[in-house]
């Protein structure tokens, strides 16, 4: 199986960390919120700017969670169309030809879902196998790469589409005064991202090809990572636990999957990682004994965009193959954590 193309989608309105930061200093400051500790904590998560689903004076006139929800279902619908047929194009693929839909969202929920919804708005063919993903978070996107290889291994000649769509800015809760909601306030983007992957005997594209994948579940781990669903809507769970976590876990997972297909981490040439916060790429870089530069595309994208949860190692994949180009026989590795707590591993070569 191999990636044959991805390609991103984002909402018009993007604004500088500060802006940002200005609009939420004058919201919980009203709040008697400690607006210095706000300040040190959108400074300390390294993001340079985001791109918002919404105009950023629409977010006032949202009433609860049924409006929040249901401007997700309308823009993710706008971008997710936008990035399939981007990553079609780049493929040279018809949308006639996608066999398999996979849609991973953690920021909003739909009935019928985003998937089902597209292949009404872009005239997918009706027997199109859909698989929508909820739950995942930022795993999602690395996760939905390896199910779409384990569709292609039983049918070589097919093409499947990876959709990730995450509006993090639509589940911000104005009343909720925690650290994880404030960090949650500055590190995180909205955005899509879409790939197209197609087994050995479709026609070529610019990716790497995949050559294994591995699911690694912590058991007991549920309260490192995730959503607290409420009356409001999603409520963030963000531990101070999860760079403890890549460091207890990351190096012993990578290195018994890579033995298991006759490597060592020496043998990997590029690494297409999600941006978890500075925090945690800190902590990858150093369990994983990385140089100062492999992880610089990451690095960049969330300076640039900031977290988009699934959608942030697609992105980070996008560019790799876009601007490093690795050559022919690299051997990469993509990788994820989120909520579970779980890692997901791909082994890729270009």
């Known amino acids: 199986m191999r990636i044959c193309s991805v390609a991103h989608a984002f909402p018009p309105h993007?604004?500088?960390?500060?802006?940002?930061?200005?609009?939420?200093?004058?919201?919980?400051?009203?709040?008697?919120?400690?607006?210095?500790?706000?300040?040190?904590?959108?400074?300390?998560?390294?993001?340079?700017?985001?791109?918002?689903?919404?105009?950023?004076?629409?977010?006032?006139?949202?009433?609860?969670?049924?409006?929040?929800?249901?401007?997700w279902i309308r823009v993710a619908q706008e971008l997710g169309q936008e990035a399939i047929g981007l990553a079609a194009r780049a493929a040279g693929i018809e949308l006639s030809e996608i066999d398999w839909l996979l849609f991973t969202s953690v920021t909003g929920i739909a009935t019928p879902s985003i998937d089902a919804r597209l292949v009404n708005r872009m005239g997918l063919r009706?027997?199109?196998?859909?698989?929508?993903?909820?739950?995942?978070?930022?795993?999602?996107?690395?996760?939905?790469?390896?199910?779409?290889?384990?569709?292609?291994?039983?049918?070589?000649?097919?093409?499947a589409v990876l959709l990730s769509v995450e509006l993090c800015s639509l589940t911000l809760q104005e009343d909720d005064l925690s650290i994880p909601n404030l960090i949650a306030s500055g590190l995180f983007g909205d955005g899509a991202a879409a790939v197209v992957l197609a087994g050995d005997s479709a026609p070529g594209g610019a990716g790497p090809r995949i050559r294994a994948t591995r699911s690694v579940f912590y058991p007991d781990t549920e309260d490192v990572m995730g959503w607290n669903v409420s009356g409001s809507g999603f409520r963030i769970v963000l531990s101070a636990r999860v760079p403890e976590m890549v460091r207890q876990h990351l190096r012993r997972d990578v290195d018994a999957f890579l033995a298991d297909n006759g490597l060592a981490r020496s043998d990997i040439g590029s690494?297409?990682?999600?941006?978890?916060?500075?925090?945690?790429?800190?902590?990858?870089?150093?369990?994983?004994?990385l140089s100062a530069d492999a992880l610089a595309l990451t690095w960049s994208s969330l300076r640039e965009v900031g977290n988009l949860s699934s959608t942030s190692v697609l992105l980070v994949l996008e560019d790799t193959i876009a601007q490093r180009c690795p050559p022919a026989g690299t051997l990469g590795m993509l990788l994820a954590m989120g909520p579970g707590f779980c890692s997901e591993l791909v082994l890729l070569e270009w």
Do not use: T
């Open 14 to 71: 993007y604004y500088p960390q500060e802006e940002l930061l200005a609009a939420l200093k004058e919201l919980w400051g009203r709040k008697h919120v400690n607006v210095e500790r706000l300040d040190r904590l959108h400074r300390n998560v390294a993001v340079g700017g985001r791109h918002l689903a919404l105009p950023m004076e629409d977010y006032r006139k949202l009433s609860g969670f049924r409006d929040a929800n249901c401007a």
């Open 126 to 159: 009706p027997d199109v196998k859909r698989i929508p993903i909820f739950g995942l978070g930022c795993v999602g996107g690395a996760a939905g790469i390896a199910r779409a290889a384990d569709f292609l291994r039983g049918n070589p000649e097919g093409v």
């Open 271 to 289: 690494w297409v990682c999600h941006p978890g916060g500075p925090k945690v790429l800190e902590a990858m870089e150093e369990s994983l004994e």
